[in-house]
């Protein structure tokens, strides 16, 4: 069974960084996507950004291209979101998935989710 599980959210300034990490389980991720997706209070959940497991191939929302970058460490089987110039409206539950080939909109195996802050 897939796990997931993340860490390194937390309260920051506007435009400080944080950089939360998913660690993934249960498998092995070749031909895999994992990715991050978030949601605000009051809003759907939106994709983020996502890696192929295998290739490294990354996509991202625009929202946060150019600021935000996703990585992973295949032998740690962790994935990495690191967020840099942050603003308020980043605030969000931030929540890793995994699926099979590349992320769709709805992946079959999620995290528990972690919070970030952003403070004016």
């Known amino acids: 069974q897939v796990q997931l599980v993340e860490s390194g959210g937390g309260l920051v300034q506007a435009g400080e960084s944080l950089r939360p990490s998913c660690a993934a389980s249960?498998?092995?991720?070749?031909?895999?996507?994992l990715g991050w997706f978030r949601q605000s209070p009051g809003k759907e959940r939106e994709f983020v950004a996502s890696v192929s497991w295998s290739g490294g191939t990354t996509y991202y929302a625009d929202s946060v291209k150019d600021r935000f970058t996703i990585s992973r460490d295949t032998a740690k089987s962790t994935v990495f979101l690191q967020m840099n110039s942050l603003k308020p409206e980043d605030t969000a539950i931030y929540y890793c998935a995994a699926d099979i080939d590349y992320i769709g909109t709805s992946p079959p195996y999620w995290g528990q989710g972690t919070q970030v802050t952003v403070s004016l």
């Open positions: 249960g498998r092995t991720f070749t031909s895999w996507s």
